[in-house]
């Protein structure tokens, strides 16, 4: 058995009634569930349909995300997150970059990195090292003045945890980072690289070994095996080139707001919706929301 659910952008909600009744009946659907009045909807269907992806295709075009997957332990015990461009809006090394004034090239080489089409390991030494003699009292300067967190996030860390799931935060970015964030959402624990610094100053280089899409699959597999639960049991979350390892590794791997290439390699996309998309996608109406 499986699940389709409907979703919109929650800041526009314009989610259509007879659209989705036209969908059910076109698909031989159970009862519409209603998860949030004109944002989010969902139903059961017996087996994935021939035309799903054609029928995705017409509905991006109207601003609604379809995601069709199993019914069968649908809400997940763990969350395992990127961070850049996914639990926060900016790339903290684009950020970094701008203030030492390479912005624009070191944005070139994450866009690039992140749609997969350069190394990722080369491509972060690269820009970590555009960033010696930086000051180190910078991070926190960005951190006050440019990162901020992508809507929906608290909720759904909040409403996960309420009901016993794990969170943690793994990210091809910084520990400086990671670790602010990570304390203000409320995940569990977070991963990531660290930048190395002197006297204050940061050197332009990255401990080794680099955290990459590997490591991200490691810790998906640490983590799960730790809790004792099964990787099926994982919702996995993330944007980039870099995620595609674990999105692929977890029960549900969503692509949010995903660079083209990682999209197109990914099943569950969401374009339009925010973080509280994962609640829905996990069956949970926003009455059962949990505030941060």
Same mark, same amino acid.
């Given at each position: ?139 926190? +300067? %960005? *951190? #006050? ?7 929906? $996030?608290?909720?759904?860390? /909040?409403? !996960? ?71 099926? +049991? %994982? *919702? #996995? ?7 595609? $390892?674990?999105?692929?590794? /977890?029960? !549900? ?40």
């Amino acid at each position: 058995m499986f699940v389709c659910t409907l979703l919109t952008d929650p800041a526009n909600p314009s989610l259509d009634p007879a659209l989705i009744d036209n969908l059910r009946n076109a698909w031989g659907g159970g009862d519409v569930q209603w998860l949030a009045v004109d944002e989010a909807a969902a139903f059961s269907l017996e087996r994935v349909p021939d035309n799903r992806w054609d029928v995705w295709a017409d509905l991006q075009a109207l601003g609604v995300d379809l995601v069709i997957a199993p019914m069968e332990r649908r809400r997940k015990k763990m969350l395992i997150a990127d961070m850049d461009s996914t639990m926060i809006q900016q790339e903290c090394i684009d950020e970094l970059a701008d203030v030492a004034g390479f912005g624009d090239r070191v944005k070139a080489i994450t866009a690039r990195a992140m749609n997969g089409e350069l190394d990722f390991e080369a491509a972060i030494r690269e820009r970590v090292g555009l960033l010696k003699d930086l000051p180190q009292s910078v991070i926190g +300067d %960005v *951190l #006050a003045t440019r990162i901020t967190m992508m809507p929906g $996030g608290s909720t759904l860390l /909040a409403t !996960m945890k309420a009901h016993g799931a794990y969170a943690a935060l793994v990210s091809g970015g910084f520990t400086a980072f990671t670790s602010a964030v990570a304390a203000h959402l409320g995940f569990d624990e977070n991963r990531a690289n660290t930048l190395l610094a002197e006297a204050g100053v940061l050197t332009g280089e990255v401990r080794r070994p680099i955290l990459g899409q590997q490591a991200k699959v490691d810790a998906l597999e640490e983590i799960s095996a730790r809790l004792g639960i099964g990787e099926v +049991d %994982v *919702l #996995a979350v993330g944007d980039g080139a870099n995620d595609l $390892g674990m999105l692929a590794r /977890a029960g !549900m791997g969503v692509a949010l707001h995903a660079k083209p290439a990682v999209a197109a390699r990914c099943d569950v996309r969401v374009n339009f919706g925010d973080l509280t998309a994962l609640l829905y996608l996990q069956g949970y109406a926003r009455s059962e929301f949990v505030s941060a």
